[in-house]
C-alpha cells in the first residue's frame, strides 16, 4: 500500500475530547493537502472503517489502519495508563514511531500520560535527561512567534536540564521556522545578571559559554510578546503557569471586550465588522488550543494537540510533525548537544 | 503641627523614574481627599519647600517634610544601597515609621532596596520568615479582583514561607476588601491534587487542616482572573512571571487592536467612541504600574508604587497604605498567625 517516498505518521484517532468525530477529518484534510503524506490511523477499527467509507477514502493509498482495543481517558493517572493501557490507541501510535513504521505521531490524548509513554517507549537522545513540551506563542510581531519550552513536562529543571532544553529549542527554531542562528533566553524574574534563583544564573553562564548557541540573557515575563527572543527557556511549572495566565487574560479580555461592544447599538453594529480580525487576535492568544506543542529530546517526533482541539486544530498539529519529519528533528538536537558537549 | 487624631504616613519623595514630579502632586491630592491625613514628606528639602510654596501649602498642617540627602538609585543593587545609602529618601522614610513616627510609608524606588532596607529596618513579624509582595489583579467579574502573592520579593518559598503567606494573604483581603472568609488558593501547574512539586502539596495539606484559613486547592495560571480565588498564593519567581506576563499580553492586544482600529476608516471613528472604556480595560490589566503593591509580613505598613507610576497610581498607593493603618493589617496579621500557629 505505502511507498517508501511518503512521510508516514501515526495518529492517536481516540485521542482527545472528542475523539474520532475531530481526528478522522482532519486526516482526511491532512492527505488532501499533502499528496505525499501517509497516516496510520490508530484506533477502534469499526469507528474508523465507518468514517471512511462514508468517505470513500477505504482504499485510499494515503490511509491505513492498525486497530487499538484500549483508550487512555483524559483524567487517567500517567502511572495507571503507562502500565495498564499496553493496547490503547495512543501506545499503540507510540510503538509504531518506536518500531520504525512511522516517523512521528500526533495525539491530542491526556498530556501527563502521552509524556509517560513516549518517554518510555521511544527513550531520550543521547545527552538528554528529560523530555521538553514545546509550543509557539505569538509575538507583537505580526510575522514572529516565539518558542517556549517547558511548558509543564516537568515540575522543576536543574541547570543542565534548562541547557539542555536551550540547545533543543534552538535546533526547534531553526528547523522549524528557518531562523539562523536564534536568539535564545532564560525567562528570569528580572533582566539583570544578579537577578533570580543561582541554577538559572549558572545555565546562563554555561550558554555564554557555547559558541553554538545564540544566547541573549535573561528575559522577563512581558518579553515573552516583545520578540526579544525566538526561544525562551523556563522550567514547566514556570512555563505551564506564563502559558495558562496568557490564555487567562485573553478570555478575560475577550469576553470584557464583548461585553464593551454589546453596551451600545453603534459599536454592536461595528463589531460586527472586525469580529474576525478579534477571533484570529484572541485564538493566537491561545497557542495551546490552536498549535500543537512538540514533546522534544526524544528519539521520536511526538506532537501532542490540544484535548479540546478542534479538526484544524488537529490538522495543525499533523503539519507541524510532517516538518519535523523533514526537517529531520531529533537527529539534529541529537548532533547539537554533541557539538555542545564535545565543547564544553 | 500634627494632631493625634492624623492618620500619619511618610513619603519617599525622591524615588521613582520622576521622584519628586510625581509623588508632590500625589501627596498634594491625597491631603485634599484626606483631611485626616499628615504626610511627612521625606527628600531634598530645597525641592520640596519649593514645590509646596508654589500651592501655598508650606504651612499646611497636614505636611512636614523630614530632610534627606541622598537617593537610592533605580539599578542600584539592594546590598550596596542598604550599606551606603543611610540618609537616603527611602531609608528615612522607613526610620520614620519603625520609631513610630509615621505609621506606614510609600515609595516608587527600587523595589529589591525597599525591599532589602525595609526587612532590616523594621524586621519580620513573630512567625513570619520572609515579606511578601502582594497586589491585585482584575478578574473577569467587574467587581472582584484577586490577591496575588509573593510577586517576586523572594525567588524561592519553601512550603513553610507558603502556608505563612496564604495566612498574610487571608487578613489583608479581609481587611482591606471586607471579604468574609477570602477563599486562598494555590498556584498550582494543575488543579488536581496530583499535580505539582512535593512543596506545594505539602502547603495544601497544612492549609487544609487549618480552620482559620477557607482553602480552596491548587488553581492554573488561567484561573487567577477566573475569580476562583480571591487569594492566590505562589513563590516570587512564579508570581513575578504570571504578573508579567498578564502585562505583556494586555500591551501587545492593546497594540494589536490599535492596528485594527486604524485599518478602516469606519472602525477609525468608532474606536474613539469607545476609546476611554478600553484604555480603562487595558490599564486594569497592568495592575504593577497602576495599583500599589504592600510589601507584607513586616513590623510596620510599607507600600511601593510603580518605578514609573503616575500622580493617580502613587495617590492609590498612598489610600492603600491609608487603609491598611485603619485596619491595622500587621497586628490582624501577627493574631491569625498566632491562632494557626496554636492549632497545629
Chains 1, 2 share one sequence.
Not at 34 to 55: A, F, W, Y
Not at 136 to 161: I, Q, R, W, Y
Not at 300 to 312: C, E, F, P, Q, T
Amino acid at each position: 500500500m505505502k511507498s517508501d517516498a511518503y512521510l508516514t505518521i501515526a495518529l492517536d484517532i481516540m485521542g482527545g475530547d472528542k475523539g474520532p468525530l475531530i481526528t478522522i477529518p482532519a486526516a482526511i484534510m491532512a492527505i488532501e493537502k499533502m499528496p505525499n503524506l501517509h497516516l496510520i490511523l490508530v484506533g477502534d477499527e469499526t469507528i474508523i472503517k465507518q468514517e471512511l467509507s462514508k468517505k470513500n477514502l477505504l482504499n485510499s493509498p494515503q490511509l491505513s489502519i492498525s486497530p487499538s482495543t484500549q483508550i487512555v481517558e483524559m483524567d487517567e493517572l500517567p502511572s495507571s495508563a503507562l502500565r495498564t493501557k499496553k493496547n490503547s490507541s495512543m501506545r499503540v501510535a507510540l510503538n509504531l514511531v518506536h518500531d520504525e513504521k512511522a516517523q512521528a505521531c500526533v495525539s491530542a490524548g491526556n498530556t501527563g500520560a502521552l509524556f509517560s509513554m513516549a518517554h518510555y517507549v521511544l527513550k531520550m537522545l543521547p545527552g538528554v535527561e528529560r523530555p521538553a513540551l514545546i509550543s509557539s506563542l505569538p509575538t507583537n510581531n505580526e510575522d514572529k512567534h516565539v518558542f517556549m519550552l517547558d511548558l509543564g513536562a516537568n515540575v522543576f529543571c536543574d541547570s543542565n536540564v534548562l541547557y539542555q532544553f536551550a540547545i533543543m529549542g534552538s535546533v526547534l527554531a531553526e528547523e522549524v521556522d528557518d531562523i539562523k542562528k536564534p536568539r535564545i533566553a532564560l525567562l528570569n524574574m528580572g533582566s539583570e545578571d544578579i537577578k533570580g534563583s543561582d541554577h538559572i544564573k549558572f545555565t546562563g553562564a554555561q550558554l555564554t559559554d557555547n559558541p553554538h548557541i545564540n544566547y541573549i540573557g535573561f528575559v522577563e515575563g512581558n518579553d515573552i510578546f516583545s520578540n526579544k527572543a525566538d526561544v525562551i527557556v523556563c522550567d514547566g511549572f514556570v512555563g505551564n503557569v506564563a502559558l495558562k495566565t496568557c490564555e487567562g487574560v485573553a478570555l478575560m479580555v475577550f469576553n470584557k471586550f464583548k461585553t464593551i461592544l454589546s453596551q451600545h447599538i453603534v459599536t454592536r453594529v461595528m463589531g460586527k465588522l472586525f469580529a474576525n480580525t478579534i477571533k484570529k487576535l484572541f485564538k493566537s492568544l491561545n497557542p495551546d488550543q490552536y498549535n500543537g506543542a512538540s514533546l522534544i529530546g526524544l528519539r521520536g517526533i511526538v506532537v501532542k494537540s490540544h484535548g479540546n482541539a478542534s479538526s484544524l486544530a488537529f490538522l495543525a498539529a499533523i503539519f507541524e510533525a510532517a516538518k519535523e519529519v523533514e526537517r529531520q528533528v531529533p537527529e539534529k538536537i541529537k548532533s547539537k548537544l554533541e557539538q555542545s558537549l564535545a565543547d564544553r
